[in-house]
């Protein structure tokens, strides 16, 4: 036979576990939105310098200088003329890229996002 302090520690437990399970998710999932967040953030910064750089000086040296930096990265800039020919690429495009880049309004000039 159980006594009732038995289930008392037993309810106490259980809300215990409860609490911190939620408490802890909330913390992990604010954490990894966060940090998505600084990333993405990040990356915009990077390419609106690019950007920036190659509308002052676009020849041949700067976009060879562009790629080049970012060879050494683990990301893939493209840089591509107005009807989106690909001029330049620090990596080899994989087709999921090159479909991307195909559905790419390159009309609109100044919209900072990422593909």
């Known amino acids: 036979m159980r006594h009732i302090s038995y289930y008392i520690g037993m309810l106490f437990l259980t809300a215990i ?3 911190g399970g939620i408490l802890f998710s909330t913390l992990y999932f604010n954490l990894v939105n966060q940090r998505t967040d600084e990333v993405v953030l990040g990356l915009l910064n990077r390419g609106n310098t690019h950007r920036d750089v190659l509308e002052e ?20 800039v493209v840089i591509t ?15 999921k890229m090159k479909v991307e880049l ?3 309004e390159f009309q609109t000039q100044r919209k900072d996002r990422i593909l």
């Open 17 to 19: 576990h409860v609490i």
């Open 57 to 76: 000086s676009f020849n041949a040296e700067t976009l060879e200088h562009v790629s080049l930096m970012e060879s050494a990265s683990e990301f893939t």
């Open 81 to 95: 003329d107005q009807k989106g020919k690909i001029l330049k690429a620090s990596h080899p495009l994989t087709p």
């Open 102 to 104: 195909i559905h790419t």
